[in-house]
């Protein structure tokens, strides 16, 4: 089955005296899979129920290929668009394969029967949706998720071009998300258009064509999944503090939410590298610090979680040591913070002097998880070096770096800890 386009220009929905969406434009490609974004109330059901023509503009019109959804009958609607409810709600005690046999109704009249078309579009979908197990029990007697995946399977056997799905992940397990988004990714590249909504933005990232994100009733952004989803227009739509990152399994974007900050005061220069410093950086960045890191080389595991969290890095090129200019920079971070730490970093030739730049900070904490043994070393001279680091600092374990950190900075700027105690 081929999609349909789906279009709707400066769309105004009002519910009750609210408008809830105003000005919006809508062109969904056929065979595209659209994810909508965006927080509660934003206007995502209101959308979809617009789309599928149960819901009547105040103003604009939606079309789906050639038919007016608003002009046409219930009939020739539900022929080309189907969809998934939030609510799954039955009102009667039907069974399951008798809702799966719902999806029929648009191609049956007064005077047609079942036939066996209708007996295979039933069975199909049921199969596809995997709840052939349980057609013959009541709809009341299968769980939350597996009522979901029976309105799947309504709407898949009704066969149309579109798919309109609200929160169709909302009430599975990771199993059942993936498998139905695997499914509708399915259905999509069989040439059907699907529009979803999804509050899982790391789920609707991975298997989305283009997110349309709506932020009260309007569209804030439209586009690819890493075009979308950036840390300023989270803020926006959501007024959450929350980092984009690419997942390291699947490529795609992840959003994690952060609490807000808290309100540690001091400059903090992280010396890391290979990912040490990652939780570090996060743990430092929430409670509140000024932080900076480096020098670390593009790319590296470290530098993806600064960059994600706004941390200002020193960087030199993919696998080049850290020459005399990036050690100038580096020894600058170290002069302007309060306290400098090392995380459990290589402690090889190429970073020799980024330790030795760490050195001459009045306030260090060496945060070790590793004998200097299990590391990447090159020798004895590497071992003189790092064990004078070591002597100049406080050297802790990782659980132990945040308090650690703490006290250097008490210790470091002893006025700040008068005010504290004035407070
Ligand atoms: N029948 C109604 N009467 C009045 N206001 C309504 C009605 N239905 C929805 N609204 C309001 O319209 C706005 C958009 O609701 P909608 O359900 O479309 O949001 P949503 O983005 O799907 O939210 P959620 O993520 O919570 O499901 C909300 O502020 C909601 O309170």
């Given at each position: 089955m081929t999609g349909a386009r789906i279009t709707a220009d400066d769309l105004r929905v009002d519910r009750g005296d609210l408008?809830?969406?105003?000005?919006l434009d809508v062109d969904i490609d056929a065979g595209r899979f659209v994810g909508l974004i965006g927080p509660?109330?934003?206007?995502k059901t209101t959308l979809l129920r617009t789309l599928a023509g149960t819901l009547t503009p105040a103003a604009g019109r939606v079309r789906v290929a050639d038919l007016d959804v608003q002009a046409a009958s219930a009939r020739a609607v539900g022929r080309r668009v189907a969809v998934v409810p939030q609510?799954?709600?039955?009102?009667f005690d039907f069974s399951v394969r008798d809702v799966v046999a719902m999806g029929r109704m648009p191609y049956h009249s007064m005077f047609k029967e079942t036939d066996d078309a209708d007996r295979e579009a039933v069975d199909a979908a049921m199969e596809r949706t995997s709840v052939t197990q349980f057609a013959?029990?009541?709809?009341?007697?299968?769980?939350g998720g597996e009522r979901q995946r029976v309105l799947l399977a309504r709407a898949l056997a009704q066969e149309t071009p579109v798919l309109l799905l609200d929160e169709p992940t909302g009430s599975l397990d990771i199993d059942h998300q993936v498998r139905t988004l695997e499914l509708v990714r399915d259905l999509v590249e069989d040439g059907k258009t699907a529009v979803a909504a999804i509050h899982d933005l790391d789920l609707a990232a991975r298997y989305c064509d283009d997110l349309l994100l709506l932020s009260d009733g309007r569209a804030l952004a439209a586009g690819p999944p890493e075009d979308v989803l950036t840390a300023p227009r989270l803020a926006e739509s959501f007024d959450a503090n929350a980092v984009v990152t690419d997942d390291?399994?699947?490529g795609t974007p992840a959003v994690t939410a952060l609490p807000d900050a808290g309100d540690a005061e001091g400059r903090v220069h992280v010396v890391g590298g290979g990912g040490s410093a990652a939780r570090l950086l996060y743990a430092l960045t929430t409670a509140g610090y000024d932080v900076t890191i480096g020098a670390l080389a593009v790319g590296d595991a470290d530098h993806r979680t600064a960059k994600a969290l706004d941390v200002p890095a020193v960087t030199v090129p993919p696998h080049a040591p850290v020459d005399a200019a990036a050690a100038d920079r580096v020894g600058a971070c170290v002069a302007d913070a309060d306290v400098t730490v090392v995380t459990d970093v290589e402690v090889s030739r190429g970073n020799r002097r980024n330790l030795d730049a760490a050195a001459r900070a009045d306030a260090l904490v060496v945060v070790e998880d590793?004998?200097?043994?299990?590391?990447?070393h090159d020798g004895d001279a590497a071992r003189e070096r790092y064990d004078r680091l070591r002597s100049r600092g406080r050297v802790v374990t990782p659980d132990s770096a945040l308090d650690a950190i703490a006290d250097a900075l008490d210790a470091s700027t002893p006025d700040r800890r008068l005010l504290g105690a004035d407070d």
């Amino acid at each position: 089955m081929t999609g349909a386009r789906i279009t709707a220009d400066d769309l105004r929905v009002d519910r009750g005296d609210l408008t809830v969406l105003d000005g919006l434009d809508v062109d969904i490609d056929a065979g595209r899979f659209v994810g909508l974004i965006g927080p509660n109330g934003a206007g995502k059901t209101t959308l979809l129920r617009t789309l599928a023509g149960t819901l009547t503009p105040a103003a604009g019109r939606v079309r789906v290929a050639d038919l007016d959804v608003q002009a046409a009958s219930a009939r020739a609607v539900g022929r080309r668009v189907a969809v998934v409810p939030q609510d799954t709600t039955v009102a009667f005690d039907f069974s399951v394969r008798d809702v799966v046999a719902m999806g029929r109704m648009p191609y049956h009249s007064m005077f047609k029967e079942t036939d066996d078309a209708d007996r295979e579009a039933v069975d199909a979908a049921m199969e596809r949706t995997s709840v052939t197990q349980f057609a013959d029990r009541s709809i009341d007697a299968v769980s939350g998720g597996e009522r979901q995946r029976v309105l799947l399977a309504r709407a898949l056997a009704q066969e149309t071009p579109v798919l309109l799905l609200d929160e169709p992940t909302g009430s599975l397990d990771i199993d059942h998300q993936v498998r139905t988004l695997e499914l509708v990714r399915d259905l999509v590249e069989d040439g059907k258009t699907a529009v979803a909504a999804i509050h899982d933005l790391d789920l609707a990232a991975r298997y989305c064509d283009d997110l349309l994100l709506l932020s009260d009733g309007r569209a804030l952004a439209a586009g690819p999944p890493e075009d979308v989803l950036t840390a300023p227009r989270l803020a926006e739509s959501f007024d959450a503090n929350a980092v984009v990152t690419d997942d390291t399994v699947t490529g795609t974007p992840a959003v994690t939410a952060l609490p807000d900050a808290g309100d540690a005061e001091g400059r903090v220069h992280v010396v890391g590298g290979g990912g040490s410093a990652a939780r570090l950086l996060y743990a430092l960045t929430t409670a509140g610090y000024d932080v900076t890191i480096g020098a670390l080389a593009v790319g590296d595991a470290d530098h993806r979680t600064a960059k994600a969290l706004d941390v200002p890095a020193v960087t030199v090129p993919p696998h080049a040591p850290v020459d005399a200019a990036a050690a100038d920079r580096v020894g600058a971070c170290v002069a302007d913070a309060d306290v400098t730490v090392v995380t459990d970093v290589e402690v090889s030739r190429g970073n020799r002097r980024n330790l030795d730049a760490a050195a001459r900070a009045d306030a260090l904490v060496v945060v070790e998880d590793r004998p200097f043994d299990e590391r990447n070393h090159d020798g004895d001279a590497a071992r003189e070096r790092y064990d004078r680091l070591r002597s100049r600092g406080r050297v802790v374990t990782p659980d132990s770096a945040l308090d650690a950190i703490a006290d250097a900075l008490d210790a470091s700027t002893p006025d700040r800890r008068l005010l504290g105690a004035d407070d």
